[in-house]
């Protein structure tokens, strides 16, 4: 009988669950990927790009285990019609569940099919520390607020990591679909290149360990500024599945107690925080969670909105944040708050159109951190910042850029400027903007709103909302 690993968002060989149990149980295994065309994002998807290379990272290191990775293209029914036609004693099929968006309801059609061709499918959850329903109240509800979420998840014994022995004499070697291959040669071939990206399970492992060497013991202070660059940058292997989060944990848990130590802990229960959040509320990619701000008037000016994803805006934080995330597919975190500020309450336009636009730019875009993050930053999710909690841009700016390094970093037609000028080019002399040979409005915009103007505006539209909701 022959057996099916699929791989989805767990592109590794170790740390496992469904592969362990796969090569366990199995005497013959068919390593596979399928890539279904109803994902692809476009052309110039920083985030497709960088995971499908994850896919050929993988692809290469099967080959490295004297393996082959089976690729199927195409209509997921037909592709798994195809596969049992190639292979009709195809028994058993092995997957790591996703709880949450597409793919759980990729996973309720695939049952079906299953079911149909009279195979066995055996699922494990292995994306996360504990899964969405793991930790609930005492009542048996979701916790809506993180603080007791936490407490709770910190008591919890942790899984361990996962020892998955690759037996290559159990594999099919023999490639089963050439044709489909081809098609996703030719979909890389296509893809936006992306600088200095580093991929893969190597990859992932060294970036943890020198995470771990030089940067965890001072993450709780170090993790706000940008130009620092001291945050772990474990997300993009993560959310492929390069490295399991059991194996972030277990060697992040072993170092030494740190402040760096117990904060980097807490991001990673908000990891499994917001993907408990989306399996219990699963329209929240397209619905505001908290009803009181579902009726927020947003403004939604596309100009305003080209300048916001150009970094056009007049306030340098935000521009710089928004350029290194078109050039680098990345952003900091204290930025992308910054920046989903600014969208939101700034300049008054949907939540939604920002979590769209970073999921085709993100490289390391995890669809229940994403659209949790912009809910909070857009007060209209759960334990979410407060609607009149508004970053000023500017003062954000002075305190975690104080030299406008960073910015200079990101925008050129700064770069001779005074640290205490930089953060509000706007307000330079025509006298000092000769010196600098920066004309505001000609080199760099005017800014496009006024920070303090909108402020008002914001906080009245959600007022306005929570009196219309009631």
């Known amino acids: 009988m022959v057996s099916v690993m699929w791989f989805r968002r767990d592109l590794r060989l170790e740390d496992n669950v469904a592969l362990r149990q796969a090569f366990q ?22 985030n497709q790009a960088a995971f499908f290379r994850s896919v050929e990272v993988l692809r290469d290191e099967v080959k490295r285990k004297k393996g082959t990775l089976h690729i199927l293209y195409g209509d997921l ?5 195809k596969l049992k036609k190639e292979i009709p004693g195809w028994s058993d099929i092995y997957i790591n569940r996703d709880e949450t968006g597409y793919g759980l309801e ?12 009279g195979v066995k499918a055996h699922g494990y959850y292995d994306h996360h520390i504990h899964s969405a329903k793991e930790i609930k109240t005492n009542s048996g509800t979701y916790y809506k607020v993180f603080t007791p979420y936490f407490n709770k998840w910190r008591e919890l014994q942790k899984p361990g990591v996962v020892e998955v022995i690759v037996d ?7 490639p089963l679909f050439s044709k489909d291959e081809d098609q996703f040669n030719s979909f890389l071939d296509k893809q936006i290149p992306i600088k200095e990206l580093q991929l893969g399970n190597q990859a992932a492992h060294e970036r943890l360990a020198e995470f771990i060497n030089c940067d965890l013991n001072n993450y709780n202070e170090a993790r706000d500024y940008p130009l620092k660059n001291a945050t772990s940058h474990l997300s993009k292997h993560l959310r492929t599945g390069e490295i399991s989060i059991r194996t972030v944990f277990d060697q992040v848990n072993r170092s030494k107690n740190s402040l760096g130590k117990e904060t980097f802990i807490k991001e990673l229960a908000w990891r499994d925080f917001y993907n408990m959040i989306y399996a219990s509320h699963p329209d929240q990619k397209y619905n505001s969670i908290n009803p009181s701000f579902r009726q927020v008037e947003w403004e939604n000016d596309k100009q305003f909105f080209s300048n916001w994803k150009e970094g056009k805006t007049g306030f340098p934080l935000v521009d710089a944040a928004m350029r290194q995330l078109k050039e680098t597919g990345w952003m900091h975190n204290r930025l ?37 993050g912009w809910q909070w930053a857009a ?24 030299d406008g390094d960073f910015i200079k970093r990101y925008i050129p037609e700064l770069e001779n400027m005074t640290s205490l000028k930089i953060h509000d080019p706007s307000k330079l002399s025509e006298k000092e903007q000769n010196e600098f040979g920066m004309i505001i409005g000609k080199h760099y915009p005017e800014p496009i709103v006024s920070h303090k103007q909108r402020r008002k505006l914001t906080i009245k539209a959600f007022e306005d909302s929570k009196k219309n909701s009631t």
């Open 25 to 46: 149980e199995s005497d013959s295994l068919v390593l596979l990927f399928h890539v279904n065309p109803k994902q692809f994002l476009g052309e110039n998807s920083l």
């Open 77 to 81: 029914e037909e592709c798994f019609l």
């Open 106 to 117: 990729r996973d309720k059609i695939a049952s079906n099919i299953f079911k149909e061709l």
């Open 168 to 174: 290559n004499k159990k594999l099919i070697k023999e």
């Open 336 to 372: 992308r708050m910054v920046t989903a500020s600014f969208l939101t309450k700034d300049l008054l336009i949907d939540w939604r159109w920002g979590e769209q636009y970073f999921q085709e730019m993100l490289i390391d875009y995890d669809s229940a951190s994403n659209i949790g």
């Open 379 to 402: 007060s209209t999710g759960t334990d979410s910042v407060p609607y009149f909690r508004i970053f000023n841009p500017t003062t954000q700016s002075e305190k975690y850029d104080k």
